[in-house]
């Protein structure tokens, strides 16, 4: 659904293909600034995340990496991963979106917030992306 600045709002539909196997990801090699608004609210200008596939065409999604070095999200995702037997994802103060899905975990207590250092993200018990159409899916670092 798209709200334009008349107030006309349009709605756009695409299939949803849906796969059990593992998503691939790669960690970006691009800063995504933790304060910028594109990355922090939802919107159709969505280059950085465009971007990002460009830079790693043979990964299923992209780990996003702030100006800290800290995992954000993915780009069309929020990440997770488990530590020590118990599931985190990025705070929204990392620079990500607060996305439905994640929130829901949050809520529930499935996970809660821990920055987490990119290149730490392969040392992870799991790792798992939350989409709010595709759900909770298990991921691995490139492969």
């Known amino acids: 659904m798209l ?9 756009e539909r695409h299939p949803l293909v849906v796969d059990d ?5 790669a960690i970006d090699s691009e800063v995504t600034r933790s ?30 990496v702030n100006e800290h070095g800290h995992a954000i999200e993915c780009t069309i995702a929020n990440l997770a991963y488990r ?13 990500g979106l607060a996305g439905i899905g994640r929130s829901m975990a ?4 499935r996970v809660t917030e ?3 250092v990119a290149t730490h993200l392969a040392r992870c018990e799991e790792l798992a992306v939350i989409n709010d159409l595709r759900g909770w899916r298990t991921a691995v670092i490139g492969r």
């Open 3 to 11: 709200l334009e600045p008349d107030g006309t709002v349009t709605v």
């Open 114 to 116: 821990r920055s987490i």
């Open 21 to 25: 196997r593992p998503v691939r990801l």
């Open 83 to 95: 530590i020590g037997g118990a599931w985190f994802v990025p705070p929204l103060d990392d620079g």
């Open 35 to 64: 304060d910028d608004p594109f990355s922090c609210h939802k919107t159709t200008y969505r280059r950085h995340y465009d971007d990002a596939r460009r830079r790693h065409p043979d990964a299923d999604d992209v780990v996003l």
């Open 106 to 109: 949050l809520h529930a207590g």
